[in-house]
């Protein structure tokens, strides 16, 4: 029989000391909630920022972790502690997810802290070799086709076919990554579905005459439609280009043409009304002048094929004439009253106070445009970012691509010039961020084509930034 006593004690562990895993933090409910975890504070609280106005600079120190930088997210160490290391202790700080959050929410002020840009940027600078092969393909692709109408022969053919085939298999993986992750929009189904048309255009005026016979009873109909192939395969190719082309220096001016089209759209109720009050007016009092385009006497009013097009002749001239052109001299050789007096009006309509009316909203909207432009800009670059991490990672899933090295270090110069440093950002002083600009010539061209204007969109950045 045992003589010793034994005790039993039950240790209860402090009420103050965490669980092995932690309670659900605001955060974590958000992510729950597929809403951005990125607040104004954490990016503050992960920002270090100095002004160095000797050397006539400011810098910025930035806490991206160490790993998944490459695939575009951004892993951060909780400040909660625990007792034994745990599987949930890194919670994603920066993804395309995360961006796409933030762009949906309108969190405009929490994408231009430089926490955010800087790491746009990086983005933006790391596409720069693909966005080029988008930009030479598009361009060759357009002059190529150009050049085919002119002097078709069967090397273009290929070379078209193999440049057609490229830009709609990358279409295919978007729409393929934006349907897997449910992004999809009704303007970028509009958008895709008339790249296909495009690209079936494309593919059907390089293939058919080489596969079509003209020898049976419907070659008129396969000469005409072999005849209008070539004329949208033009047109979309060129809207293509100009739309590749927003993302470079010269995407305001893309903008710019857009902008005006759109205010034209709005005037339009005014000037179409007017185009055809004017058309219908001429071609009734200059019938049977002999002055073409309008129509003589004798033509047959009553077949509609013939009354169709000197509507539309009569439309294209009243247009033209809408423009400055009037060529008022076959009206006024008729020596009667009221063709005059018509053409007087019309100019003091058309020419006077309709085309004054479209120049003064053409102005305001540049105007507005250039003012806007900053926020326009990044919105459309913002987009690209998203694009582009999303194909990273699905390319990421079958090929393992390695990540790429994080720089967390940015140094502006008064004169608008930045650099890209590695950084410790525990250190509390910015001795290892040298202010000296010496980027070779891939930097400083693909700053020039793709990169942010940093210095620009930091004049705007939150104040409230940690100092060293």
Known sequence: MLTDDINLEVVVPPAHEPLLTPEPTKEDKRVAQNKSPILMNVCEEQTKFHRDDEKKCSKYKFEYGNTAFGNGSIDLIRSRPSLRPNPRRYKKILSWQELNNLRVDQEWDTIRHPYVLHFINQKLLDCAGFYTAHITVATLLFFLLAWHI????????????????????????????????????????????????????????????????????????????????????????????????????????VLMLTRIWWSFLHIAVIWIPTLITFSFVFLLVMRGSGVPPWPPLSSDSTDFHNATFEILQAITKTSTMMLGEVDANAILETKKWIPSILVLVFEIITVILLMNLMVS?????????????????????????????????????????????????????????????????????????????????????????????MAVYLQNAPPVLQQP
């Open 361 to 453: 909203l053409a102005v305001g909207d540049v105007d507005d445009l250039k003012k806007e432009a900053e926020d326009t800009i990044l919105k459309i670059k913002l987009n690209y970012v998203i694009e582009a991490l999303q194909l990273r990672e699905e390319f990421n899933k079958v090929y393992h691509l390695e990540p790429a090295t994080s720089k967390n270090g940015l140094v502006i110069h008064d004169n608008g010039k930045y650099l890209l440093r590695e950084v410790d950002f525990e250190k509390t002083n910015f001795v290892d961020m040298h202010e000296d600009v010496e980027d070779n010539w891939w930097m400083i061209y693909s700053k020039w084509l793709i990169g942010l204007d």
């Open 150 to 253: 002119i002097s078709p022969d069967i090397i273009k053919d290929v070379l078209i076919f193999i440049m057609t085939a490229a830009v709609a298999f990358v279409l295919v993986l978007k729409c393929t990554t934006k349907a897997r992750h449910n992004l999809v929009s009704p303007w970028f189904v509009l958008g895709s579905a008339f790249n296909y048309l495009t690209y079936a255009a494309t593919f059907a005026y390089i293939i058919i005459p080489h596969v079509a016979k003209f020898d049976d009873e419907n070659m008129k109909m396969k000469k005409e439609i072999i005849w209008s192939l070539p004329i949208f395969a033009i047109i979309s190719t060129w809207l293509n280009l100009l739309y590749v082309l927003r993302k470079t220096p010269f995407g305001i001016y």
